[in-house]
């Protein structure tokens, strides 16, 4: 199973920058040959990014996020139609989505249906506020109605991605998950997908680490077991940076 990383730019660069950073790793990009890498820019700069990367193998363009309504009168909302073609992944469910956005568990389920439905692969985030004893049952039981529309054939179109919400560095007084305790809990997310679904789907499933990941944390959580790839956040911004973790990430 390939490596995936995504670099989730956020609501950062102007056009400028965005072209300059998807410069940088395309003209690096062969370097890496054993990952797959998806860059998700701003809305304004898809379309610009994905003339880019046409053509290129192993980079493709992914949303930060997707609207849970069809069509409409939803102002500023981008639809999952609208997106269709123009990108092969697209993020939902991310915390920041769920903090100021107060998007729940029954929104984030119909945006992962429509993205679905217009052949658009789910970057689904699920992660806990705090850790406790009962962290890892709240975790479970979202996994379980998140996915309560996918039927197993479709699984090898999800990607999900644990990203505990204490562990963000965008977060007061956070501090990145241990190597140790990112593999435990991704082993229980496949034993949920075990019970959902089957082995073969949960062993075929991509599930990555997302997280205050950078240079130089990548490698604890990519030698994990179970660990298919991470998220990446500001990290992505940096042209360097982002090239040492996919460097990382290759030689995993």
């Known amino acids: ?7 989730n730019w956020k609501m950062n660069t102007k056009l400028p920058d965005a072209e300059v ?5 395309i003209n690096h990009n062969e370097e890496y040959s054993n990952i797959d890498l998806v860059l ?3 809305y ?3 379309y610009k990014v994905s003339e880019m990367l046409n053509g290129k193998k192993n980079i493709f363009m992914g949303s930060q996020n997707l609207s849970h309504e069809t069509d409409g009168a939803s102002t500023g909302e981008i639809s999952a139609e609208m997106l269709s073609g123009l990108v092969k992944y697209s993020i939902v469910g991310h915390s920041e989505r769920r903090a100021n956005f107060f998007e729940n ?3 984030i389920n119909k945006k992962i249906r429509l993205a ?4 658009i692969r789910p970057i689904i985030c699920i992660g806990e506020r705090q850790v406790t004893v009962k962290s890892k049952d709240i975790l ?5 109605e998140l996915l309560s529309d996918v039927k197993g054939e479709e699984m090898h179109n999800v990607v999900l991605v644990y990203e505990p919400v204490w562990a963000i560095s965008s977060n007061d007084g956070s501090k990145p998950a241990d190597g140790a305790y990112v593999a435990n809990v991704i082993a229980t997310f496949r034993e949920n997908l075990t019970k959902l679904f089957s082995r073969e789907v949960a062993n075929h499933t991509k599930i990555l ?3 205050s990941v950078d240079a130089e944390n990548a490698e604890e959580f990519l030698s994990q077991p179970g660990v298919d790839g991470i998220m990446v956040g500001s990290a992505s911004l940096k042209g360097k940076e982002f090239l040492k973790i996919c460097e990382i990430a290759n030689n995993k």
């Open 209 to 211: 680490y997302g997280g």
């Open 1 to 7: 199973m390939r490596t995936l990383i995504v670099a």
């Open 140 to 144: 479970m039981d979202e996994i379980k």
């Open 105 to 107: 568990v029954g929104i």
């Open 44 to 46: 304004l700069w898809i």
């Open 40 to 42: 998700c820019p701003p």
């Open 116 to 119: 679905l439905d217009n052949k």
């Open 21 to 25: 950073l998807t410069n940088y790793i």
